[in-house]
């Protein structure tokens, strides 16, 4: 009598594995399901696996270094999260899982009317443009009645974003000494613990980079374009083509063409060698550490590996010619929808495939810190063919004078980004990381440089944390703090949640409590 059957999917072709019954006997399985192990009692099978392998554990092949996920082979996941989980090269009985910190921005700001709670506390009705967040109830702080001090001088864009994650003093320049006053706490917390990931952050956007001068306020265009600073006066580059940052997170050499070219081949063989799948450089290396995973770890891997190939094809699919004939006929070629050669055109889809890489590289341990920005400062991005209703330029409309022909596309665009923010916590939250997910582990901090875009105000900012820090993070709360109360405050929270504690961060003036009570 048959003791147990597994059927499992591999990212490149069915892989079956049976026990104690013929293939053709297997066959009859639904191969779409997962795996399922039936115990005999006869023969007390017990399948879990003894055999253990350390946290670090890559899977290798041609140039590619490819993260895997947590899985029981590497230990007894432990509860929680810790900001200094174990990166070990060496097997260990138990593990747990790491803390991560991701910081979005939109830019120009919020119609406050529709963004912000009338109650604080856990009694409060979740506002408009917060619509989509309402499923990650318990899972998100609301933040009313923080101010930035240092961005009260200046313009009203460039001393806001620049100094988004420094919360301190942004210089005045045309582009020659240019400074943000301090580290971004983004970099802060890198350079405390990024030794214990392969990229210690990853940032990423949309926008190219704009340099030379705004002209009507004497500010260099290059403090809208960056949120991450190393150092006072040192941005960090951004990478907005969703290939390179996937490249780039998998680790992959680019060096395979030069030395092909130097030992004299086609070019048309080094363009084909460079266009292989990630998966497939590695596929090999995947199979063999496969066979010796307990059933729950195959079936794992196989997720994550067909989440890694989903993103892939998406990537190719949006960086070649279109190959459709058919195209809608309302749909005009706009500009605003235009994105650099090799990304996505369709804004939306650029937005979710770089968030589903700061998932991915999440889930892999590859990183436990990244930026991203929506757009770059001053936005002028179009919504038209994304949100019914809306017309007219991001920008134009956060000067919305009163008008209600303008705040209320306004309010539909703040709701489109809460939309996406939905879209990445939803994702967190569907990885399971022992009793929790990846968003019970993570810190999603989300939010704009000023409140009102009419008044380029930046007290009262609107910012949201999500997800639990490993239990360091209590969501379900509009915390409405005292007015001027320093967003700095935050940051000295969140980076004692990630295992970076200060007494001090920019203009703060004690830490916000965000924990349990």
């Given at each position: 009598?048959?003791?147990?059957?597994?059927?499992?999917?591999?990212?490149?072709?069915?892989?079956?594995?049976?026990?104690?019954?013929?293939?053709?006997?297997?066959?009859?399985?639904?191969?779409?399901?997962?795996?399922?192990?039936?115990?005999?009692?006869?023969?007390?099978?017990?399948?879990?696996?003894?055999?253990?392998?350390?946290?670090?554990?890559?899977?290798?092949?041609?140039?590619?270094?490819?993260?895997?996920?947590?899985?029981?082979?590497?230990?007894?996941?432990?509860?929680?999260?810790?900001?200094?989980?174990?990166?070990?090269?060496?097997?260990?009985?138990?593990?747990?899982?790491?803390?991560?910190?991701?910081?979005?921005?939109?830019?120009?700001?919020?119609w406050e009317k529709n963004?912000?709670?009338?109650?604080?506390?856990?009694?409060?009705?979740?506002?408009?443009?917060?619509?989509?967040?309402?499923?990650?109830?318990?899972?998100?702080?609301?933040?009313?009645?923080?101010?930035?001090?240092?961005?009260?001088?200046g313009d009203g864009h460039?001393?806001?974003?620049?100094?988004?994650?420094?919360?301190?003093?942004?210089?005045?320049?045309?582009?020659?000494?240019?400074?943000?006053?301090?580290?971004?706490i983004d970099q802060f917390?890198?350079?405390?613990?990024?030794?214990?990931?392969?990229?210690?952050?990853?940032?990423?956007?949309?926008?190219?980079?704009?340099?030379?001068?705004?002209?009507?306020?004497?500010?260099?265009?290059?403090?809208?374009?960056?949120?991450?600073?190393?150092?006072?006066?040192?941005?960090?580059?951004?990478?907005?083509?969703?290939?390179?940052?996937?490249?780039?997170?998998?680790?992959?050499?680019?060096?395979?063409?030069?030395?092909?070219?130097?030992?004299?081949?086609?070019?048309?063989?080094?363009?084909?060698?460079?266009?292989?799948?990630?998966?497939?450089?590695?596929?090999?290396?995947?199979?063999?550490?496969?066979?010796?995973?307990?059933?729950?770890?195959?079936?794992?891997?196989?997720?994550?590996?067909?989440?890694?190939?989903?993103?892939?094809?998406?990537?190719?699919?949006?960086?070649?010619?279109?190959?459709?004939?058919?195209?809608?006929?309302?749909?005009?070629?706009?500009?605003?929808?235009?994105?650099?050669?090799?990304?996505?055109?369709?804004?939306?889809?650029?937005?979710?495939?770089?968030?589903?890489?700061?998932?991915?590289?999440?889930?892999?341990?590859?990183?436990?810190?990244?930026?991203?920005?929506?757009?770059?400062?001053?936005?002028?991005?179009?919504?038209?063919?994304?949100?019914?209703?809306?017309?007219?330029?991001?920008?134009?409309?956060?000067?919305?004078?009163?008008?209600?022909?303008?705040?209320?596309?306004?309010?539909?665009?703040?709701?489109?980004?809460?939309?996406?923010?939905?879209?990445?916590?939803?994702?967190?939250?569907?990885?399971?990381?022992?009793?929790?997910?990846?968003?019970?582990?993570?810190?999603?901090?989300?939010?704009?440089?000023?409140?009102?875009?009419?008044?380029?105000?930046?007290?009262?900012?609107?910012?949201?944390?999500?997800?639990?820090?490993?239990?360091?993070?209590?969501?379900?709360?509009?915390?409405?703090?005292?007015?001027?109360?320093?967003?700095?405050?935050?940051?000295?929270?969140?980076?004692?949640?990630?295992?970076?504690?200060?007494?001090?961060?920019?203009?703060?003036?004690?830490?916000?409590?965000?924990?349990?009570?």
């Amino acid at each position: 009598m048959p003791f147990a059957i597994a059927i499992i999917r591999s990212p490149s072709s069915p892989v079956i594995e049976s026990y104690g019954l013929s293939g053709a006997e297997a066959m009859q399985h639904d191969s779409n399901q997962p795996a399922v192990f039936r115990l005999d009692h006869k023969r007390n099978m017990v399948m879990s696996n003894k055999w253990k392998i350390p946290r670090r554990t890559f899977l290798k092949g041609a140039g590619v270094t490819l993260g895997l996920p947590i899985l029981e082979a590497m230990g007894d996941a432990l509860p929680g999260s810790s900001p200094d989980a174990p990166a070990s090269t060496e097997a260990s009985k138990a593990i747990q899982a790491p803390t991560r910190m991701a910081c979005l921005y939109f830019p120009n700001g919020v119609w406050e009317k529709n963004w912000f709670p009338e109650k604080g506390g856990s009694d409060f009705e979740m506002p408009f443009s917060l619509k989509p967040l309402e499923r990650f109830r318990d899972k998100t702080l609301i933040f009313s009645g923080l101010d930035k001090k240092h961005s009260h001088g200046g313009d009203g864009h460039y001393a806001k974003t620049a100094n988004f994650l420094t919360g301190m003093p942004v210089r005045k320049t045309t582009g020659k000494d240019i400074s943000v006053g301090g580290i971004s706490i983004d970099q802060f917390c890198a350079s405390q613990i990024g030794h214990f990931t392969p990229l210690p952050s990853l940032e990423l956007g949309i926008d190219p980079v704009i340099s030379g001068i705004d002209t009507n306020v004497g500010y260099t265009r290059l403090y809208g374009s960056y949120i991450s600073w190393r150092s006072p006066s040192i941005p960090i580059a951004r990478e907005i083509n969703p290939e390179l940052a996937y490249k780039r997170l998998l680790g992959v050499i680019q060096s395979q063409r030069e030395a092909r070219k130097a030992q004299g081949k086609s070019s048309v063989s080094n363009d084909a060698a460079d266009q292989r799948a990630l998966l497939d450089l590695v596929l090999e290396d995947a199979r063999d550490l496969r066979r010796k995973l307990g059933s729950d770890d195959q079936f794992k891997l196989d997720e994550y590996m067909d989440s890694v190939r989903d993103i892939e094809k998406r990537i190719q699919f949006f960086s070649q010619p279109d190959p459709r004939e058919w195209r809608p006929s309302d749909i005009p070629g706009h500009a605003d929808l235009a994105a650099p050669e090799g990304v996505p055109g369709d804004h939306q889809e650029h937005v979710r495939l770089m968030l589903d890489l700061i998932a991915l590289a999440f889930w892999t341990d590859s990183t436990r810190i990244s930026t991203f920005m929506f757009a770059n400062d001053v936005s002028g991005k179009n919504f038209s063919q994304l949100i019914d209703g809306v017309k007219g330029a991001h920008h134009e409309l956060s000067h919305h004078q009163n008008k209600e022909e303008k705040y209320v596309p306004y309010s539909k665009i703040n709701q489109w980004h809460s939309d996406q923010l939905a879209y990445l916590l939803d994702k967190l939250s569907r990885i399971q990381e022992g009793e929790g997910t990846v968003l019970d582990h993570s810190m999603i901090f989300f939010g704009s440089s000023m409140s009102d875009g009419n008044r380029h105000d930046p007290s009262n900012l609107p910012v949201i944390l999500a997800g639990g820090a490993g239990g360091k993070v209590q969501g379900g709360r509009h915390i409405a703090s005292e007015k001027g109360t320093p967003l700095c405050n935050l940051y000295v929270s969140m980076l004692d949640c990630m295992g970076a504690p200060v007494d001090a961060f920019g203009d703060s003036t004690e830490a916000l409590p965000i924990g349990p009570a």
